[in-house]
């Protein structure tokens, strides 16, 4: 049997999308299971031990009569597609596959032969894709996302850490970027909220950044009193080689705070405009926090014309706060003032 599941992109969607891979295995332990990423989304999955082939797509180069032709080639039983939109369910309807599984969302339906009822505003992101599952009779026997660390990091990322990571440390990664700008708190915030983690935790603090979002970090360590490490230039697995070495990860709503959650690690997520019901870090030690109590929460907009109350408004404090129970309950490390 060979099955075929889509899911183009993002980082945190795609994470939030193992259990689906992982349960497909259990399943069928001898089919063999491929996913189509977007390129840049492909090392989080390629470590994935339930993964037998991952498709890219390369937007700068494939075309999608390409993809379709690729697609078709693989003469695949099974198709899901979790992404659903025009190109992928396209790609679906013209795979060749025998069962085409997609959601029900309007004139995309004509795709796919078994239509999943699509409850996202009900619903969290990772039951949303176990429903697709659920419709072709499948057992759910784990609703877990998972990341694998990646073998293939450089000489360079593991002197690094050798240099600058210490196993006595109370290490905290901020990580202050993330998709859309709405989305991300205040630099000030985060400068004050990390001086507050060294002066009342001697805490030593990383500060994450992926592309574009130098200048962000650089920002909040102008505005630090206190010393801060600006994590080096990585790619995707060498980020998660770096996260997997704190006690504490704190972030906006991204896929690194995504990477932290499934790998287990004591997460607080700062939300606003998204929906930490919906999509938010999932498993014993992840957390989150927002500014209750404004009709806008959760809006899911790009673009804010109030001027992005939820993330300007949440104040300093509590997300210490929040940050001093998770360091207490997870790590049983306690305040030294």
């Known amino acids: 049997m060979k ?12 994470i939030l999308s193992t259990p689906v891979i992982e349960n497909l295995r259990l399943e069928y332990p001898q089919a063999k299971i491929d996913v ?5 989304a492909m090392p989080v999955l390629e470590s994935n031990p339930f993964i037998n082939k991952i498709l890219v797509f ?7 009569f390409g993809l379709i032709k690729k697609v078709r080639n693989e003469k695949y039983d099974l198709v899901i597609d979790l992404f659903g939109n025009p ?20 004139f995309r339906s004509y795709a796919y032969n078994i239509l999943v009822n699509p409850k996202g505003n009900e619903i969290h992101n ?7 599952l659920r419709k072709i009779n499948i057992p759910i026997k784990t609703n877990e996302p998972k990341y694998y660390l990646s073998e293939n990091i450089s000489d360079e990322i593991k002197n690094w850490k050798n240099e600058n990571i210490n196993a006595n440390d109370l290490k905290i990664g901020i990580n202050a970027g993330g998709g859309w700008e709405i989305k991300q708190w205040k630099s000030e915030s985060f400068a004050k909220l990390s001086d507050k983690l060294v002066e009342n935790y001697s805490a030593k ?31 995707l697995n060498e980020l998660a080689f770096i996260i997997k070495e704190m006690n504490l990860i704190i972030s906006n709503d991204s896929g690194p705070m995504h990477i932290s959650s499934a790998l287990n690690l004591p997460t607080l997520g700062i939300y606003g405009p998204t929906n930490p019901f919906l999509q938010g870090p999932t498993g014993e030690k992840s957390y989150w926090i927002r500014k209750e109590n404004l009709d806008c929460i959760a809006c899911n907009k790009i673009k804010c014309d109030i001027g992005n109350i939820c993330m300007r408004e949440l104040e300093v404090e509590n997300v210490y706060l929040k940050s001093k129970n998770i360091l207490e309950r997870e ?3 306690k305040e030294n003032i």
């Open 3 to 14: 099955i075929l599941l889509i899911k183009l992109r993002a980082i945190g969607d795609i």
């Open 36 to 40: 189509l990423v977007e390129k840049f």
């Open 58 to 64: 390369d937007k700068k180069i494939d075309s999608s």
């Open 87 to 106: 190109r992928t369910a396209l790609i679906t309807f013209l795979s060749g596959a025998k069962k085409r599984v997609g959601f029900d969302f309007r």
């Open 126 to 132: 990772i039951e949303f894709n176990l429903d697709s």
């Open 205 to 235: 603090i990383f500060l994450f950044w992926g592309p574009n979002e130098f200048e962000i970090v650089k920002n909040i360590s102008d505005k630090m009193k206190n010393k801060c490490v600006l994590i080096p230039k990585t790619n």
């Open 331 to 333: 790590l049983n490390v």
